[in-house]
């Protein structure tokens, strides 16, 4: 087996660019109000990149596994990695006592147990009748289902919403290990993937795509305004941290870190916060090479063939005697397990759910900028493109306003370009990312590594 050199330059060139920005302390600007920082020489800030990238690679091996095995145009990541991202709260937040013994809980149970038993009734009624029959069937079983199930529901959920909502509204959780949240996050992707996969999976690529799209759009509004599932805009702060990662505090109060520290000449804080993101980085980079030790011996097995042939060419795959629906559920609900997996250890690492914050543009078109420019279908590909998009992501704001900084020194204050270019400075991420996959499509469509 040959080493390739060019593969190897590329992660080695990735992982300059962190170093520097661990080592030098590189800024712009004389006066302490407009500096811009180009490098941060600060190691707090480089795990702090290092920590999302390794996650952004996990979403975009699910992604990769979709797209470059089997061809599924995704664009409903958002949704997926919001829904793992519940798990967190669901299982490891603290329990709310006055729920349970109120019989909240128990109601709530009740009505989605009895909602979920309309659509199978609906999906069983539909298969037995026909005509006439069905749809005034239909018409009455939805209806009534749908008066008796907000019956049974909605005095559970204000009883739950009403509960000290300044502190918690919500179901809370069940006080579990954060650690077994993280597969209970890909469970719950991988049950909406069914879900979805079930009634999506035979549109045409392009009708997948919108079908997706909003689908996740619409995951992501029920998390914003259901109060009793997750607090909504509120936010839900203070989930555990997974063992061994302590808070920084207990850290910093532990006799034997003292000593430890001062025996080292270290300053105690920066020491701490320094040990959690080590902490934090080993368990993510522990999963994150198990995941991709599984995607390599699956791409090179019958199964991998099988997908990529799937993909190349579904007429000649059906031909052959495939069932090409079936293996793009199968895949289809992996991929998006993967990215659910991904949101679950997100939400750990930041301690809190913000529904607000899972957009789009962050979580669907940055994964697949990701994949693209790392190279679609090569496991490595992805993984490299995580880390080049994900440091450009962060970098590119200060770059840009350093950039206009400079480029207006010389103009006079006031004058209209000046004002024009600063302001334009706010959209240079948007921006560089575009320009970013432009170049990658004209010059290395297939990516920095390509497939094999």
């Not at 050199?5 to 030098?24: A, D, S």
Request: charged share 15%; proline share 4%; with cysteine.
């Amino acid at each position: 087996m040959t080493l390739n050199w060019r593969n190897i330059g590329l992660f080695v060139g990735i992982g300059v660019l962190f170093f520097l920005e661990g080592i030098w302390d590189w800024k712009i600007g004389s006066d302490a109000s407009e500096q811009f920082t180009i490098f941060a020489g600060s190691w707090n800030s480089m795990l702090v990149i290092v920590n999302l990238c390794l996650i952004s690679s996990i979403m975009s091996l699910g992604v990769n596994m979709q797209w470059g095995y089997a061809g599924l145009f995704n664009t409903g990541i958002v949704g997926f990695v919001a829904l793992g991202g519940l798990a967190p709260v669901l299982i490891s937040s603290p329990q709310v006592p006055e729920i349970w013994v109120g019989g909240g809980i128990y109601r709530l149970v009740a009505g989605l147990a009895l909602g979920v038993a309309v659509i199978a009734a609906a999906v069983a009624l539909y298969g037995r009748t026909t005509g006439r029959t069905r749809a005034l069937s239909m018409i009455a079983l939805l209806v009534g289902g749908f008066f008796l199930y907000r019956a049974v529901l909605d005095p559970a959920v204000t009883f739950i919403e009403s509960n000290n909502p300044a502190t918690y509204g919500n179901v809370g959780g069940l006080g579990l290990p954060t650690l077994l949240s993280w597969p209970v996050g890909a469970l719950f992707a991988a049950v909406a993937a069914w879900v979805i996969g079930k009634t999506a999976l035979g549109l045409r690529s392009d009708y997948l795509a919108i079908a997706t799209l909003g689908i996740g759009e619409i995951i992501i509004a029920v998390m914003k305004n259901e109060d009793w599932l997750d607090r909504g805009v509120k936010n839900v702060i203070g989930i555990p941290r997974p063992w061994p990662v302590p808070r920084e505090i207990e850290l910093q109060a532990s006799s034997g870190f003292q000593e430890w520290v001062a025996s080292m000449g270290w300053d105690p804080v920066t020491t701490s916060t320094i040990l959690v993101k080590l902490l934090y980085g080993s368990l993510f980079l522990t999963v994150l090479l198990v995941l991709l030790w599984a995607c390599e011996m699956a791409l090179k097995s019958p199964w991998g063939r099988m997908m990529r042939a799937i993909r190349d060419n579904e007429t000649a795959a059906r031909a052959m005697g495939k069932d090409v629906t079936k293996r793009h559920l199968q895949i289809f609900i992996l991929g998006s397990a993967i990215c659910g997996l991904a949101g679950a250890m997100l939400i750990t690492l930041d301690s809190q759910l913000t529904p607000g914050s899972f957009t789009p543009l962050r979580y669907t078109f940055t994964i697949w900028l990701m994949v693209i420019v790392g190279g679609s279908g090569n496991n490595w590909g992805a993984i490299l493109g995580s880390f080049l998009i994900w440091f450009l992501w962060i970098k590119v704001d200060p770059w840009g306003n350093a950039l206009m900084y400079t480029l207006t020194q010389g103009m006079e204050d006031g004058s209209t370009l000046k004002d024009y270019l600063i302001e334009s400075a706010a959209q240079m991420r948007t921006i560089s990312m575009g320009l970013i996959l432009l170049f990658v499509l004209r010059f290395a469509p297939k990516g920095l590594i390509p497939e094999k």
